[in-house]
């Protein structure tokens, strides 16, 4: 099990620029796919971005593609969540999620507590 601690998340305008980090705790890190979910209030748990063990495959919802890039740096256990041009729309509390296996497959079986993004317009 790997345990996950995002961070990163705060207020910003609309048209602004956010950068969430989740760190990871364990050795075994690089053997993880990993991805950012996001809910926001009434609303499902939805899938935001994921990125398999090496970076080498990502995956982005319709939404959020050209604006967002996730990255990993596997020396320092953390995945990151670049939001460039953000939206009102995409103000919701993010998550960070661990799935085992080198490629993005499913199920994430490890869950971040959260961090909340406010877009204000």
């Known amino acids: 099990q790997v345990q996950l601690v995002e961070s990163g998340g705060g207020l910003v305008q609309a048209g602004g620029s956010l950068r969430l980090s989740c760190a990871a705790s364990g050795r075994t890190f690089s053997s993880y796919a990993m991805g950012w979910f996001r809910q926001a209030p009434g609303k499902e748990r939805e899938f935001v971005a994921a990125i398999s063990w090496s970076g080498g495959s990502t995956y982005y919802a319709d939404s959020v593609k050209g604006r967002f890039t996730i990255s990993r740096d596997n020396a320092k256990n953390t995945v990151y969540l670049q939001m460039n041009s953000l939206k009102p729309e995409d103000t919701a509390v993010y998550y960070c999620?661990?799935?085992?296996?080198?490629?993005?497959?499913?199920?994430?079986?490890?869950w971040g507590q959260g961090t909340q993004v406010t877009v204000s317009s």
């Open positions: 999620a661990a799935q085992q296996g080198l490629e993005v497959v499913g199920p994430f079986g490890s």
